[in-house]
C-alpha cells in the first residue's frame, strides 16, 4: 500500500515481507501473480547487503509491526519480538551509509503508541539512531479519517541526509499533536538539533462517507440471522443502544461500525458491543480473534442489520481502488489491509514532503 500510494512516478528496487501470503498478494498487484525479482520474501532480520539493490535508493520506507508499542500488544516496545524488527532494518540503513549508498530518505511508520512506549525512550532511540548515521529527522501525525471514513491515526518518522536541502516550518502545525510535542521535547539537545518540522497542507475536504463504501451483497460475508443481530444489540450498553434507537429513528440509510470490547463495569467484566454513527469505521486491525474483526449495523428506515465487515470494504477504507486485488481467503484479505498504510495518506507525503525535497526527474524506491 506504501508503493500504491507513492504511485507510478516512482520505481520499486527492492521489496520485502516474510508473510508468503502478503508477497503473493503483492506479486498480483504489482507484476500479474508472478513474484519479481526485486520482492524478497525473508525475515528482515535475515536479509543481507547482498540482497539489496547495488545503487543509492531515494527513499527507504519500512513500516515494522506494531504489536509491541501499540495498547493492545504487550508493550514490550522495540526490545519486542516484532516491533524490534525496526534495528534489523536500520543496521541494514547503517550499513548502506558504510558503503556510499545508503538512501537519501527513510519513512518509518507505526502507531502513535511509538511516542510513549517506555516513557518515550524507543522514539528516542529511533531518533539518536537516525542522526548517528546521517540524518536529520521529524515526525507527523496522520488521521487516515482526514482522507477516508476511517479512524486511522499514524506516527510517520521521516528521516533525510543532511545533504539534501530542506525547507520545514520553524515551528510546529496542525500534524503535531501534543503527544508528538512532548515526545520532541524529551530530546537530548544536540537531537532537537536535528529536528525537522515537516508541515504539509491540508488536504482537501473529505467527500466520502462511510455509507458510501457499504457492499449491499459482498461475496465473502453475509448477513446476521436477526437472531444474531438482536444478540449483537443485546450486549450493548444503555448509551450504545440508545444511539441505535435514535437512528433507528431518523429516515433513509444509516451505517454504525462495531468493535467488541471487554469493559469492567460494577468490578464485573463484560464483553460489549461499541457503535458509532459519525460515518466513520474504527481503525482496521488485524483479526487476530472475532473482537478484531469490525462489523457494521445498517439501519435503513427502521430496520436494522448487520454482518462483518467485507475484505473490499476493507480495501476502501485504505483507499486502495476496487481492481486492486486481494487474497482469495477472507481473513487473509483482512490481515492485508488491516496491517497496511492508507493509500492517500501516503501520497500526501510523497507530494508534499518527499518529491520536493528530492526533486529529480527519476524517483526510486526502497519498499521494507
Known sequence: MARAGLGSGWRCLFANDFDETKADAYAAAWNGGKRSKELKVED??????ADLPGKQADLAWASFPCQDLSLAGAQAGLAGERSGSFLPFYFLMRTLR?????PRCIALENVCGLLTSHGGRDFHDICRLLSQIGYRFGALVMDAVDFLPHSRPRLFIIAVDRSLPVSPSKQPGRWHPARLIEAYEGLRPDLKA???????PAPPARNTRLADLIEDQPPDVTWHSQEETNRLLGMMSQANRAKVAKVKALPGLSVGAIYKRTRV???VKFQRAEVRFDDVAGCLRTPGGGSSRQTILVV???NVRSRLISARETARLMGLPDEYPLPSRYNDAYHLTGDGVAVPVVRHIAEHILEPMLATSEIELVAA
Open 44 to 49: 528482515v532480520g535475515k536479509l543481507k547487503i
Open 98 to 102: 558504510e558503503l556510499g549508498r545508503g
Open 194 to 200: 536535528d529536528w525537522l518540522w515537516f508541515d504539509p
Open 265 to 267: 463495569e460494577g468490578g
Open 300 to 302: 435503513e428506515n427502521g
